[in-house]
């Protein structure tokens, strides 16, 4: 079981009695705006979702490493970062990262705080060689975010995704080991 602390947040695996709050956050038209992929549309698509996580977390080659952030003196939830595994190669896993959290805990520094200790995490204590994300080019809190934690900017891939009715251009992030 992994769990990690930031100086505000305790970050930490999710379990079934998450399905609440899971649901509260996956469900939520502001947060999913830019995650319309993953929003969930009844609390039965939140429980599948959730159990998905749940149940990777003790097999071998382990994809999905979704977390919960809570706040360290409340135990609020303040959102969920995490990322997928998709390659496993000879020289350590390649994963692509993905955060979101509640409305009234955006522009705090939170998801900053999160990400450069799930760094450090997947570099020293995962076997990862590169983190890639990504995000549309007009989620400027997004991208600040990527910016912030030193990421390197590899593409805008412009007009390249259709969102809420307009072709909307994507920029493209990544982090190595070495860098
Ligand atoms: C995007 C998101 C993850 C950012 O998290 P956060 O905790 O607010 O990020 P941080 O506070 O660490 O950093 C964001 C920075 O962008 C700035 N920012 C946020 N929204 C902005 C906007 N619309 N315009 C300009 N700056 C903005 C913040 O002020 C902050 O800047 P600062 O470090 O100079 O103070 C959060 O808003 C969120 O969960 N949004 C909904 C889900 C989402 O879009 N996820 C990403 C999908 S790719």
Not at 9 to 19: A, K, W
Not at 99 to 105: M, P
Request: hydrophobic share 35%; glycine share 6%.
């Amino acid at each position: 079981m992994i769990r990690l602390e930031t100086e505000r947040t305790i970050i930490r695996e999710p379990s079934i009695n998450d399905l609440e709050l899971h649901h509260r956050l996956f469900s939520d038209d502001k947060v999913m705006y830019y995650l319309q992929d993953i929003k969930t549309k009844s609390i039965e698509e939140s429980r599948e979702n959730l159990l998905a996580s749940i149940e990777d977390i003790d097999s071998e080659d382990r994809k999905l490493y979704f977390f919960k952030i809570v706040e360290k003196n409340s135990f609020e939830h303040i959102g969920d970062i995490g990322y997928t595994v998709t390659h496993f190669t000879p020289i350590g896993k390649f994963v692509h990262l993905g955060y979101f959290i509640h409305e009234k805990f955006w522009s705090k520094g939170y998801v900053s705080e999160a990400v450069r200790e799930l760094i450090r995490f997947a570099f020293e204590e995962n076997d990862v060689y590169r983190i890639s994300t990504g995000c549309l080019s007009e989620n400027i809190g997004s991208e600040k975010v990527m910016q912030k934690c030193g990421f390197i900017k590899e593409a805008e891939h412009k007009n390249v995704q259709w969102h809420d009715g307009k072709a909307k251009t994507r920029v493209e992030y990544r982090l190595l080991k070495s860098e």
